[in-house]
Structure formats: structure tokens, C-alpha cells
């Protein structure tokens, strides 16, 4: 945080869970008809995270496995030149030819790391539907890209910024707003 902004907690981790609970229990009524094609792939460094904790959940409630995925956007971001960050290794559960891809990230903000995140997913093959699922929609779009499933809809001034912390990077879960004074 910088020394001149606030903090709101927006979620706590009660929160978090229930909206992953939802989330996952969404995605998998939305294609039950076609579960055995369904991928969750999340974005690294966050994305992967929730993924995992919704496949977690599927299986715990529901009793369905879905392969899980993880997806490092580094050398396709838009930005990759003026940020100085190493690639972490991209991990697909085989082919996602012909697979309903579901991409999970914690924040969706102006569309550019889904839009780069779809890039990569193309170069592992073509699958039949690509969908979104994201923890936290803020606004603010610049390209034309939607979520399929959202956790909660946080509309945020565009000087503002929405940090997700997890208990597996950060020792705790919460969504805070922070905003300059």
C-alpha cells in the first residue's frame, strides 16, 4: 500500500469462499452436459490459485473432477516491455482441442490479461469455447470482454486498485480497495 491511500476490505475470506463455492457450482451447471470437456485453466500468479479452490470444491460438492490448468500471460501482455518479470512455467492438462476452456482470474480490469490470456491459450490448440470466470469485476474496460461468472461486481473510481489476497502467497484471504486520499 502506498503511504498516501486507504484501505476498504471488501471481501474477508468467509466471502472469498462463498463466492468460489458459486462460482464453481455455476460453471458446472452452465456445461454438466458437456463436464468430461471442461478445463479450468487460472492465470498465474492468482487465477491458478482460485482455480484450484474451485476445482477443490466441485469435487468436495458435487463429486466431479475437472482437469486444472495454469496459465503464465508474461511474453503476451501488451506491457511486456516495461515490466521486468520472469515467465512461470504454463501447465495445460492436454489437449484443449475441441474443450470448453474456463479461464479464472482474481480481477478483471480492462480486458488486456484476459485478451493476452486467450493468445496463449491459442497456442495449445483451438478449443470449442473459451469462458471467463473471475472473483472480482471492477469496470473500466478498454477492449470488448465480458465475464461469463463473476464473483462480485466492485465498481471502482479508475485511480483506484483492487488487491485479492490469498492465504497460499499473502497468509490471508481478502479483497481490498485501496484508493489515494
Request: aromatic letters at 2%; charged letters at 30%; proline letters at 6%.
Amino acid at each position: 500500500m502506498c503511504p498516501m491511500s486507504r484501505e476498504t476490505v471488501l471481501l474477508d475470506e468467509v466471502a472469498i469462499q462463498k463466492s468460489l463455492i458459486r462460482l464453481a457450482h455455476e460453471i458446472h451447471e452452465a456445461n454438466h452436459a458437456r463436464w468430461g470437456d471442461v478445463i479450468l485453466v487460472g492465470m498465474r500468479a492468482r487465477g491458478d490459485i482460485l482455480a484450484k479452490r474451485m476445482a477443490d470444491y466441485l469435487k468436495r460438492d458435487a463429486g466431479v473432477s475437472v482437469p486444472l490448468g495454469a496459465l503464465d500471460i508474461t511474453l503476451y501482455r501488451d506491457d511486456v516491455g516495461t515490466k521486468a518479470k520472469l515467465p512461470k512455467p504454463t501447465e495445460i492438462p492436454g489437449s484443449v482441442d475441441g474443450k470448453i476452456v474456463v479461464i479464472v482470474d482474481d480481477v478483471l480490469f480492462t480486458g488486456r490479461s484476459i485478451r493476452a490470456a486467450m493468445d496463449a491459450l491459442m497456442d495449445y490448440g483451438r478449443p470449442a469455447a473459451i469462458r471467463l470466470a473471475v472473483l472480482v469485476d471492477r469496470g473500466h474496460r478498454e477492449l470488448p470482454i465480458r465475464p461469463d461468472h463473476v464473483g462480485k461486481n466492485i465498481p471502482t473510481s479508475p485511480g483506484s486498485n483492487i488487491k485479492v489476497e490469498v492465504k497460499e502467497v499473502d497468509g490471508r484471504d481478502r479483497v481490498v480497495l485501496e484508493e489515494a486520499n
